[in-house]
């Protein structure tokens, strides 16, 4: 194992930008051998290297030589294009350079078959990244990515795979603006990964990883120790990349984690990192098994023990039921017993609404804390609620009565002039029945009306009869005009815990008369009385939110009798019914119209004799009007008003 510490004392070093020279050199040199050694074999290849690109087959590639196998172009985070580079074997050496708006990745090692020949549109994709041209470069390989905008680039190998990334210059700097140096040390590093630290340039060709390791703890004043196990090398090309970030990069492609306490990070495989962690817990597992169990006794104030009981020992995904939670019973000594360990048991008493729990004093104490989570008083809510109902009516009519009779002075010679209606001298009309008494010989003579069209029930009336010469005649104007204005309030209110349903009603049963046929083959009816509720009813279960604002879901009813229709077998009850459903969310003491409905109603109408109905100004005489309106309104508010209560200790 080798340990990278940046904190203790060291003699003095060269500036940074000369060890990194110093390195690129030693780099350099390396692969300058490499090449050395490497052209007598190109040597031999003569024109077939320096053959054009159409003319590159897979048949005519040297073999054991190195070959792209794959090109594919993907959108990342941010707007970023990201081009992969697929090799069928271990070796190759990329290299980048970014030059104005084109980007060269030159493979002089690998080989470009026919196929990826080709140049690639990906300007769809919305990077910076516009088009991709792939072609070979003497016995190697060229791609030139040509790009729009201000970008920025960064690239990693990862076996036989070379990733490149091209950045919009904005994305890049919204991923290091407000993150913070503490995300080094979380233990997994997903896409929503936020980085911090100072930006650091590498451009590493086949470099060991513990290299990479030690540049990157000298920058970020890490102490970072790898384990013995942390081999490979890496080619990087990372530009203005925050360290953490870059820390991850090598991480990933390496099949590598970390793990940080304070200011050490360890990094090892991920295998070696799961088994460690697991090896840690068969270890404390076990530790608690050898510990002696307590046992604790919880007062249940403002729940009830059994419903604790069952939520505990039954949760679902952590463990099964225990055993019974009734009167005393507890969970079974299994290894499926919820919240609790394996040796851990739970008893409820419903008596004296307690539990008693006995398990290892860490078990114990989490188990206290969370009963007193769940044991706390809740919040009650009052409900008040208003049903309005305002009508107002309005109604006026006009009629006439009109009628002549006369006699002549011999018995029985008798004459009258009517214009429809009732003339039956016993009709009904606005005076009692009076007789005029003639002298001499005439016959006497009896008040009639012969046009009857009179106004029901009329507020006042004007009636005028001349007798004279044997005629009698009868005219008679009344009138009537109504106005009424009505309003009913009805005002539940009703308190109730949170998420608690709630009822009240308030009304009265309505008895009718019903007809069932008698069993036996009795042809004799048997009546029956049955009811009907005529209720006003509030039901409401409210939710309060943790903003303090109430979500009621609620039903109103509000029933009345408006009379009775006659049957046959007795009278049947005609109710009005008014009723809303609805789920609302309303502020703590604010007042809402849940619901309303508005009626009106205008209606005129005329009764008149044919003709002389129709005559002006006369014709009044010979109609009866009539004109009504009616307006009826509904309305329902509810408010809510929180009850805060407070938790004794």
């Known amino acids: 194992m080798t340990v990278f510490n940046a904190k203790v004392p060291q003699p003095a070093r060269r500036p940074l930008p000369v060890r990194l020279g110093a390195l690129g050199l030693a780099i350099g040199l390396a692969a300058g051998f490499s090449a050395v050694q490497a052209a007598p074999q190109s040597a031999t290849g003569g024109a077939n290297a320096a053959a054009p690109a159409s003319s590159l087959d897979p048949a005519k590639q040297l073999p054991g030589a190195i070959a792209v196998s794959d090109i594919d172009f993907k959108r990342g985070d941010g707007g970023a294009g990201k081009l992969i580079l697929r090799f069928n074997g271990d070796g190759a050496a990329p290299d980048l350079r970014a030059t104005g708006s084109t980007v060269t990745i030159n493979v002089g090692n690998a080989q470009l078959p026919a196929s990826l020949q080709k140049p690639l549109n990906v300007s769809d994709f919305a990077t910076p990244v516009q088009r991709i041209q792939a072609r070979p470069a003497g016995a190697g390989t060229q791609l030139v990515l040509e790009t729009a905008g201000v970008y920025e680039s960064m690239a990693y190998q990862s076996g036989r795979e070379y990733i490149v990334e091209i950045m919009p210059r904005a994305a890049s700097a919204k991923r290091a603006v407000g993150a913070t140096a503490a995300a080094v040390g979380q233990v997994a590093t997903g896409t929503g990964a936020r980085y911090g630290g100072r930006p650091v340039t590498f451009n590493f060709q086949d470099v060991p990883v513990r290299t990479v390791l030690q540049l990157i703890a000298e920058e970020s004043n890490l102490n970072i120790v790898a384990a013995d196990t942390v081999q490979g090398n890496v080619t990087l090309r990372l530009v203005n990349v925050p360290w953490d970030q870059a820390l991850d990069i090598v991480l990933q492609a390496k099949g590598l984690d970390k793990r940080r306490s304070g200011n050490v990070v360890w990094v ?336 005129n109408d005329v009764q008149k004799v044919p003709f002389l109905g129709d005559i002006p100004f006369l014709g009044n005489l010979f109609k009866k009007k009539g004109r009504a309106k009616d307006k009826a309104e509904l309305l329902i508010f509810v408010t809510p008003k929180v009850l805060a209560v407070a938790q004794r200790n």
């Open 268 to 603: 090892a495989p991920q295998s070696e990192i799961a088994k460690y962690e697991q090896d840690r817990e068969d270890a404390r597992i076990a530790l608690d098994n050898r510990v002696d169990l307590v046992t604790e006794y919880v007062q249940i104030n403002y729940h009830n023990a059994a419903q604790i009981f069952k939520a505990l020992t039954e949760a679902k995904g952590i463990g099964g039921a225990g055993g019974g939670g009734q009167g005393g019973q507890g969970g079974g000594n299994n290894n499926d017993n919820g919240f609790l360990s394996p040796r851990g048991r739970l008893v409820a008493d419903e008596r004296t609404n307690t539990l008693m729990i006995s398990d290892i004093p860490k078990k114990v104490a989490q188990m206290k804390e969370l009963i007193r989570v769940i044991d706390r008083p809740v919040d009650q809510v009052l409900i008040e609620a208003r049903v309005v109902i305002a009508t107002e009516t309005f109604s006026r009519e006009l009629g006439a009565k009109f009628g002549i009779n006369g006699a002549t002075g011999k018995p029985g010679d008798r004459s009258s002039l009517g214009f429809g209606g009732d003339t039956d001298a016993s009709s009904a009309n606005a005076f009692a029945r009076q007789e005029a008494i003639l002298t001499g010989e005439r016959q006497a003579l009896t008040r009639t009306l012969g046009t009857n069209l009179p106004v029901a029930n009329p507020a006042g009336a004007l009636a005028l009869s001349i007798l004279n010469a044997g005629y009698l005649l009868d005219i008679e104007l009344s009138a009537m005009q109504e106005e009424g204005r009505g309003e009913v309030i009805s005002n539940p209110r009703i308190v109730t815990s949170n998420q608690r349903e709630a009822v009240i009603s308030q009304g009265q049963e309505v008895g009718y008369v019903t007809i069932s046929p008698q069993q036996g083959g009795n042809s004799i009816p048997i009546p029956n009385v049955q009811f009907k509720d005529v209720l006003l009813e509030l039901k409401v279960t409210p939710t309060i939110t943790n903003d303090g604002r109430v979500f009621l879901a609620m039903n109103v009813k509000k029933d009345e009798v408006e009379g009775f229709i006659d049957t046959s077998i007795g009278q049947v009850p005609s109710i009005s019914k008014r009723n809303v459903n609805t789920a609302v969310l309303v502020e703590d003491g604010q007042t809402v119209v849940i619901g309303g409905v508005y009626e009106f109603r205008d209606r």
